[in-house]
């Protein structure tokens, strides 16, 4: 299941993809529609730190140390996600609005480490299709994404046609799709709420966003999810959703505010 060479656009006996199943259940016609209503490309990689662009007096940055001593952080549309200090579904007028990011809105001066509250908006009850773009590409690594809220129909699997090509990214993505080559199949797609992507490799995936809210999207690596993996779908307004109870409980951030270096004085 799930091969790690993506061969998923044709028959074979070795392997079986998620998108070469059929579904047992009906399947809403509308995801089958030939344009979706949303479409979000949503590359991923790591970025690399060195370890003097780490270690700096008075900052902090938040890494991972890989297996081979590499210091990284996650990027999804050349975002590292930062949790909100209280969450939006109740406490949203609480939180600074700048806060919030996405690819086509990432703070002035975010640069290479770009961290914000990567957030998505998608209309209510919209077709929305997600196209998960492998930029990590590391041998024997399979990114499992997992869609809190819903689940959703895998339409496709794969790696680039053009042999040509030895790594996918975003661009190279784009053009495939606006060149009908992505590699989708309507026959009954699927319903998973986790998908492998596979290295160097895409996959497409439909839902209909019939569920408002704030959900949380990210790789299942615990590990990776802790250096920004991760995003929010938020599906429709806040007039969509159910007033908060009256009492209900109200989260804040624990950590006290970092005191900037300027503010630091030295008393020797």
Known sequence: MNPLDAICNKPRKDAVCVSQLRNAKKVDQAILQERPDVKIFLPFRFLFY?????????TYN?????PGGDHVISLIDEISFSFP????LSQLDELDQDLFCNGDNRPINCGANCQCTHMVDIPY?????????DEVQSPNLSHPFH???YSFNVVGIGRSPDQNVKKINLKHALDLDRR???HRQFNLPPAKDTIAVPNNGYVI?????????????????????????NLIMHVGTQQDLPPVPQGFPRCGNHLPPITPPHAIHDYK
């Open 125 to 133: 009850n919209a077709i929305v299709e997600v196209v998960l773009v």
């Open 50 to 58: 060195k370890p003097q662009e780490l270690f700096v007096p008075h």
């Open 205 to 229: 995936f439909r839902f209909r966003a019939d569920n408002p809210g704030y959900w949380l999207f990210h790789c299942h690596f615990l590990f990776h999810i802790v250096i920004g993996m």
């Open 85 to 88: 200090p209280s969450p939006p």
């Open 147 to 149: 869609l809190h809220g």
């Open 62 to 66: 938040k890494f991972l140390v890989a």
């Open 180 to 182: 009908g080559l992505l």
